[in-house]
T-cell receptor, first 122, second 114 residues
Framework: EVQLVESGGDLVKPGGSLRLSCAAS????????MSWVRQAPGKGLEWVGR??????????HYAAPVKGRYTISRDDSKNTLYLQMNSLKIEDTAVYYC?????????????WGQGTVITVSS | DIVMTQSPDSLAVSLGERATINCKSS????????????LAWYQQKAGQPPKLLIY???TRESGVPDRFSGSGSGTDFTLTISSLQAEDVAVYYC??????????FGQGTKVEIK
């Protein structure tokens, strides 16, 4: 079964750091371009950032609100994607999803994880 | 950045009736070199992650019922549910993935039963 499972969500104080993980199964993560998408409570979807496959250069892109604070990385040997979040702000509170950009779908996300909850509060 | 605007924000439709959701992009998402519109539609039910319904503006994802259809080109797009079923109650989002990030989503349209 093709699956993504996020972990690492927690309650963290403003200014703190957290690392999320996204474990992939049922497909070869090394071939995939992967994104993180978040959803604040009661709000819509917000793209956070993306990492290309290593064969495509492993390039990362970030949304403006997180650029310089968040870092996406991957360990294809562990079939795992990461999101390192530093200098967290209250407005970073959200459910964080990892999602696969399906190769034949362009940048459309064909597989999503169930999400992990980050709460930033003092 | 490309801004995606959906309308309406919510709609209530009777079972078996048609539901129509519109999505407008602030610039064209039609790539002339391959004539593809870089536009996707997602369904998100309460407490669940989004689910891909439509990509390339009009291509239905495998397993998606054929009552869901996408249309449009350039800057104006539509998601149509031809005969609303109870299980279609959800929030629907459009998303553009034109050329390079940032990818952007519409604000969402909530579909309910009248």
């Amino acid at each position: 079964e093709v699956q993504l499972v996020e972990s690492g969500g927690d309650l963290v104080k403003p200014g703190g750091s957290l690392r999320l993980s996204c474990a992939a199964s049922g497909f070869t993560l090394s071939d995939a371009w992967m994104s993180w998408v978040r959803q604040a409570p009661g709000k819509g979807l917000e793209w956070v950032g993306r990492i290309k496959s290593k064969s495509a250069g492993g390039t990362t892109h970030y949304a403006a609100p997180v650029k310089g604070r968040y870092t996406i990385s991957r360990d294809d040997s562990k079939n795992t994607l990461y999101l390192q979040m530093n200098s967290l702000k209250i407005e970073d509170t959200a459910v964080y999803y990892c999602a696969r950009e399906g190769g034949s779908y362009g940048g459309a996300f064909d597989i999503w994880g169930q999400g992990t909850v980050i709460t930033v509060s003092s | 950045d490309i801004v995606m605007t959906q309308s309406p924000d919510s709609l209530a439709v009777s079972l078996g009736e048609r539901a129509t959701i519109n999505c407008k992009s602030s610039q064209s998402v039609l790539y002339s070199s391959n004539s593809k519109n870089y536009l996707a539609w997602y369904q998100q039910k309460a407490g669940q992650p989004p689910k891909l319904l439509i990509y390339w503006a009009s291509t239905r994802e495998s397993g998606v019922p054929d009552r869901f259809s996408g249309s449009g080109s350039g800057t104006d797009f539509t998601l149509t549910i031809s005969s609303l079923q109870a299980e279609d109650v959800a929030v629907y989002y459009c998303q553009q993935y034109y050329k390079t990030p940032p990818w952007t989503f519409g604000q969402g349209t909530k579909v309910e039963i009248k």
